[in-house]
């Protein structure tokens, strides 16, 4: 029987020749991640252990992102145990100040993640891998210790779902709104424990940082990751920035499936999720008038080019609704570069908009963009459970940039075409 | 183990950010975490909980973020378990890592808020007053971890071998 994508990079860190879903195994990791919010438990953990040394030093990642710069006294003390502890046990990459970016944007433009690779970390949004070919998947602080300190992990070895996407796309539609269709349709339960395999001639059609998107939402669906093969464009994107050789794996003809999934991307429109889960999801013309209150575009799921691309292109010229918060946060330091040498600055400054530095700040209600009671936003994250960018009584619609940047010229949730 | 307890019912999809709300993750101290948990849903939990008190979910529980202050956070409350008919996959390596016992059987339609049921661990036998309910048994791996006394008692005892090696 052949093997899937996920099951073969498994197979292969296990030194194994096969491995089946269910099955228990103890696999090499090419990359442990964790950062200012769960790195603190980790490293007590560690000391708990009574470890000494992590098990590469090369291949342990700490990017102190979510609630910086720092935003209270106690995220700044995180953030300074974290940076002792690196210094203390020689790990070159941890990244902050002016080198931090979103974890999970910053990794693979950085080239530390290879197609073929495994990486754990300590978010659950470290799925977001899958994009490049490799298998990532997110994991809590105490797991993350022992992949520190041991270079292995335990994984239960998924069942494998298949996506496959055909057809062609309509304007402004992205990664971003196939991947809300597929939760919407499968809901917040329906990869529970399984990889999501996406493939077909819509996906090959898809930019980097669209695939980047969907494999990043995987765990949405309750995904243990999210995985594409990789082509030309995967080659592109690795091409100059891999750090280490990278491995290419394809799913057999004969591999097993637990499901397969047909989707006709010509029918997708522009998604909206509504609060106040990611199943909630709604094309943007069902919503009807829906005031916002902020509009938030960035994230490690829609904070990369071609989402900062998308909203310069509809602000440009426009005016921010009175009354609503227009925060753009580039994700990484080197999309903030290009973002500004290709004059979106301007068009966001123009627009009234409020250009944040890479932080994962209010996508999870930290920082630099919390709601008040009764406040709603419109977003391009990737969760808007109750109380999820502030007050319990607040509400955050998911979408992609497109509909984002509409939305706050409109002051309600809008469709691209109402501006254009 | 018999573990006796009042029940607190929670519904499906009980994500991580209702557990323990993102504001207070820079804190690390399980009392803190503790006086916040299931705060946007029930606020003034950790008031009304006692010491042994169990929660049982619906679908999905611990949905989202890879946040260990959500199992610290209720470990802290003195719940020792949560029966839920499902679980998402981090919470659930995050509550065995962190000593939270969890037990996957579909019990929230039979019992009623306040509660007192009678679960063994062990055997997975669920005494509600309506009803004996088996659980789904604990996979053998994730019991062997347990026998352990978690994974970072069993990360120790591997570094103490390996030194004992050299």
New interface residues.
Partial sequence: MGMTITEKILAAHTEKDFVEPGEIIDAKIDLVLANDITAPLSIEEFEKAGAKKVFDPEKVVFVLDHFTPNKDVISAGNCKRIREFSKAYGISHCYEGGECGIEHALLPEQGLVVPGDVVIGADSHTCTYGAVGAFSTGMGSTDITYGMVMGRIWFKVPESIKFNCFGNWQKWVTGKDLILHIIGMIGVDGALYAAMEFSGEAITALSMDSRFAIANMAIEAGGKNGIFEVDEKTLAFIAGRGKRPHTIYRSDKDASYKEVHEIDVTGIGLKVACPSLPSNVKDVGELGNVAIDQVVIGSCTNGRMEDLEAAAQILKGKRVAKDVRCIVIPATPTIYREALKRGFFEVFLDAGCIISPPTCGPCLGGHMGILAKGERAVATTNRNFIGRMGHTESEVYLSGAAVAAASAIKGRIAHPDEVM | MILKGRVWKFGD?I?T??II???Y????DPKVLGEHCM???RPGFNKEVRQGDIIVGG??FG???????APIAISALGIPLVIAK?F???FY??AF??GLALLEADIIDLVDEGEEIEVDISSGTIKCNKKVVEAKPI?P?MEELINHG???K???K???EQNERI
């Fill in positions: 999809n994500d950010d209702i709300p993102a504001q993750l820079a804190h690390t705060e946007p849903l679908l999905n949905c989202g973020s890879s946040r260990e202050h499902t998402a996959r981090i390596r995050n890592n962190k996979p791996f978690g994974l970072v069993y990360l120790k591997k570094l103490e």
